[in-house]
C-alpha cells in the first residue's frame, strides 16, 4: 500500500484555491492562516462514517461532496462564509480509482464553494472522513440558536423530506415514481447548503438552526437556547405533493438529513421574506409557524399535537 | 443508549477554560472565534482510531490524554501557543464510566495546556478521535520544515525510543526492569508535547518537525522539503542506555511515537543550545548530526549507512 504521506501529496495538495490568508497550507506539521481585518472565524467539525452516515455502495464522489456539504450547512446556519477545511480521512483500503474520484469530487466542491483544503491526515480503518471546517463573518454578525422571541415567524429554506424519500427508496421501503425518484436522490446525496442565505440571516433573522436532524428535534434546540415556545402548522410545510398524498409527514418533520436552515423572522419583518423569495427561487424561505411563549405544538387542522413528546432523529436513539 | 446531545451536554460542555477570543463555544451548528491583534492562527488534524494507534486496552484517561497530545505536538513544532479545539468522537457504546474517565481526563489536559473544546461531534461508529486544533503565534513567526542549510546543527528533544520500547514491553516482546518499564509506559502513553520549545524555535531555528513517525523518516521531510542532506552520528542520539547496550537502535531511530521536535540551527547560534539546556533540564535539545548539501546518512564509527534506503513507521507500510 502507498504510504500517508504519497496518499496526501497525491490526491490531497491542490483541493481548492489558496486564499491571501492562507500563509501555509497542506504538507507540515501544521498550517497557518490569518483572518481577514474586521472578520471573525466561524469553525465547526462533522464526520461522515460508512454504514452509519451513508450506505456502503456510495459512490466515492458522492462521499465526498457530503462530507463537504454538511460541513458547509453548518457555516450556512450561522450566516457564514466559507474559508478553508481539515480533513482526517479512515481509509480501508488505498485503491486509486476510488482515491482519484473522491479527491476529484473533493476539488470540485472546493471550487464551487470557494473553500481550499489546507491540512489533516490519513490513516487507516473503516472508511470514514471527518472534516472541519472553517468560514468568515464581519464581527459579531454571527447568528446562533438563542434570540428567537414570541411572535416570531418561523421560517425553512427549500423543501423537506426529500432526502428521508431518498433513502427509504434506496432502501427499497417506497417505490416512488421516477422523476420523484432522481430528485429525492439528489437530496440524499447532493444537499446543497444554503450559503446564499447568509446576508439575510447576518441582517434578518434572530435565530436559525441547520435541519440536518430533523425539523422537530433541531427547532426543537432553538425553542430550548431561546427559552421560548412555539407553533408548527402541518398545512404549511413545504413538502412533494406525494408526502401530502400519503400523509407520509414524518419524512418532513422527522427523519433528517435535509440540509435546509431554519430561522426565526421578527414578524414586522415579514415582507423581507417576499423580497428574498422574488431574488432567490431556487432558495425559497417558506414560513411554517409562529415562535410563542411556551409549549410546542404541531396544528393539524383542528388537531392539536404536542412535539414534546416527539424525538428528531438521533445518531444514538 | 443516550443522544448524541445528550452526551455532549453531559461530558463534553465545559472542557477547558474560555479564551477572551472565544466567543461562542460548544452548543450550537458552529463556534465563533478572534484573533489577538498580531497573532497568525496554526491549525492541525490527528485522528487517534482504536487498534491502529492505541490497543484495545488503553484506559479511556491515556486515549483523552493522548489524542490532545499528539496534536499539542504540532502546535509545539510550528512554534505555536495552544487556544482551542474541535473534537469528532466516534463511540462504540456510551458507557458513563468510560465517558466520564475520558472527559475527566481531556478536561485536566486541556486545562494544564490552557486550550478550551469548542465544538465537535459524536457518533456510533468503532473507537476513534479525531481532533482539530488551533493555536496562535505572533505574525510570520511559525517554523517550517523548510529554511535548513548546509551546515545548520540538528538538534532533537527530549530522548528517542522509549515510547516504541513501551509498547514492545506491552506487547509481551521486551522485557524490561521495573523503572524502565514505567519510563518507557510513560513515554508510550504520556507523551509531553513540546510547547515550551516555542519562544527557542521561533527565535533561533531554521527548521523543526514533530518526529512522531520517527527520527529517519521525519528529518527526511525537512531535508526534502529544505532540499539539503544530512548527517546524523549514531553515538549521538539521546537514548536510554538500554538501547545502547542491546544495540536496538531500530526504537530510536525509526520506531516513531516520540513526541519530540527535530530541528536545525545555525551552527554560529550553537551557544544559544547550551544556554537554552541550562535552563531547561526537563526539555534538553541534543546535537546529532549536521545539516549538508546532499545525501542522508547515519555515521556509526567508521560505518557509514545510507538512510535514503531506510523508511520511517508509515501508517500504510
Redo the contacts between chains.
Keep these: 500500500?502507498?504510504?500517508?504521506?504519497?496518499?496526501i501529496e497525491q490526491y490531497f495538495s491542490d483541493i481548492g484555491k489558496a486564499a491571501d490568508n492562507t500563509?501555509?497550507g497542506v504538507?507540515?506539521?501544521?498550517?497557518?492562516?490569518?483572518?481577514p481585518p474586521g472578520q471573525?472565524?466561524?469553525?465547526?467539525?462533522?464526520?461522515l462514517?460508512e454504514?452509519?452516515?451513508f450506505p456502503q455502495d456510495t459512490s466515492p464522489a458522492d462521499i465526498a461532496y457530503k462530507s463537504l456539504a454538511v460541513n458547509l450547512s453548518?457555516?450556512a446556519?450561522?450566516g457564514?462564509t466559507p474559508a478553508w477545511f481539515?480533513?482526517?480521512l479512515?481509509l480501508d483500503s488505498?485503491d486509486p480509482q476510488w482515491l482519484s474520484r473522491f479527491a476529484g469530487s473533493l476539488k470540485k466542491t472546493a471550487d464551487e464553494y470557494g473553500l481550499q483544503l489546507?491540512?489533516?491526515?490519513?490513516?487507516?480503518?473503516?472508511l470514514?472522513i471527518?472534516i472541519?471546517i472553517?468560514?468568515h463573518?464581519p464581527?459579531?454578525q454571527?447568528v446562533?440558536?438563542q434570540g428567537a422571541n414570541a411572535g416570531d415567524i418561523i421560517l425553512v429554506s427549500g423543501e423537506l423530506g426529500n432526502a428521508a424519500m431518498g433513502l427509504a427508496q434506496q432502501q427499497g421501503k417506497l417505490e416512488l415514481a421516477p422523476a420523484l425518484q432522481s430528485k429525492c436522490a439528489l437530496a440524499l446525496n447532493r444537499p446543497r447548503p444554503r450559503l446564499e442565505l447568509g446576508p439575510f440571516l447576518r441582517r434578518f433573522a434572530s435565530s436559525?438552526?441547520?435541519i440536518s436532524d430533523g425539523l422537530v428535534g433541531d427547532l426543537k434546540?432553538i425553542l430550548k437556547?431561546s427559552a421560548c415556545g412555539a407553533r408548527v402548522r402541518l398545512e404549511a410545510l413545504p413538502v412533494d405533493p406525494w408526502i401530502e398524498q400519503h400523509g407520509a409527514w414524518d419524512y418532513a418533520l422527522g427523519a433528517g438529513d435535509d440540509y435546509e436552515i431554519c430561522c426565526t423572522l421578527p414578524a414586522e419583518l415579514s415582507a423581507e421574506v417576499d423580497t428574498w423569495n422574488h431574488a432567490n427561487p431556487d432558495c425559497r424561505l417558506t414560513p411554517i409557524g409562529e415562535i410563542t411563549e411556551s409549549g410546542y405544538y404541531l396544528q393539524d387542522g383542528d388537531h392539536r399535537i404536542d412535539l414534546d413528546q416527539r424525538?428528531g432523529y438521533?445518531?444514538?436513539?
Design positions: 500500500m502507498a504510504s500517508e504521506f504519497a496518499i500563509l501555509l504538507g507540515d506539521d501544521a498550517a497557518v492562516v490569518d483572518l471573525q472565524l466561524v469553525v465547526a467539525m462533522d464526520t462514517i454504514g452509519t452516515h453548518d457555516l446556519a450561522m457564514a481539515l480533513m482526517s479512515s488505498d489546507i491540512g489533516g491526515d490519513t490513516c487507516r480503518g473503516k470514514a471527518s472541519q472553517a468560514g463573518l464581527n459579531d454571527f446562533t440558536r436559525a438552526i441547520d434546540h437556547a424525538q438521533r445518531h444514538f436513539a
